[in-house]
């Protein structure tokens, strides 16, 4: 996840984090004022959903890890392209790391389509990776 | 124990407690209704905060909100984050909470 992403996930959290102090507060006020426990209730928040995962995201991220070897002799870098928010996107690495990172952030949103090996030329030696029910 | 509360009329107010309890009453009753108003206030502000959580990692259902690190009520005290999908937590022996502010889990057994 991009460190920008991070920062805004955890300035969220931390303001969510203070309401809660806040909330913990003013029930304990109120519980005070009633001289009891004040029969509170709390309202749903879009944490109590449980979301639709993909179930090929995580056969995926097990099979990914095993499609990522090492760069062989000739070839100088990956090419894996994905699609996310509707887009295609192209992106080439030399190093798996962010390969499975980016395989293991796949979602609704996110899906690794193709993982392809380079050589010096540019051209393709190998396919690691290729999603056929979803064509680039 | 907090008994069900029925609507008192004006009439019942008044011929059932004295003065001082009615004005003891009121005030309180004024004071919890501004935190009660606070707390909604609250959790309208969290609800946008975990939408905008789940849209910066683009999936909703998935991220693993901590837990309040305090007790709160609707909330497994004992938990590191929140359970999607399970209902909130109520104590045994309580009736079933129909609309807000009805009894629920007590976040305040913990209250001197």
Known sequence: MPAESQIRINTLLLERE????????????????????????????????????????RSTHASGKDKLRKLEPGETAYRVTYRQLGQTRTETHDSPDALRTLLASQSAQLHVLAIETLDARGEVTATLHLDASNPR | MAKKSASLSFRDIVLGADAEVIRQAHEARVQIDKLVEERQLAYARIAELETQVEDVLGETGAFPFPAPPLSVAGFDPKADTVTRGAPAKKPAGRPAASADESPEADASSEEA
Do not use: C, M, N, W
Request: no cysteine; glycine share 2%.
């Open chain 1, 18 to 57: 203070a309401l809660f102090v806040r909330i913990h507060e003013i029930e304990r006020a109120a519980s005070t004022l009633l001289r009891e426990p004040y029969p509170f209730t709390r309202p749903p928040l879009p944490s109590d959903q449980r979301g639709k995962r993909k179930p090929t995201s």
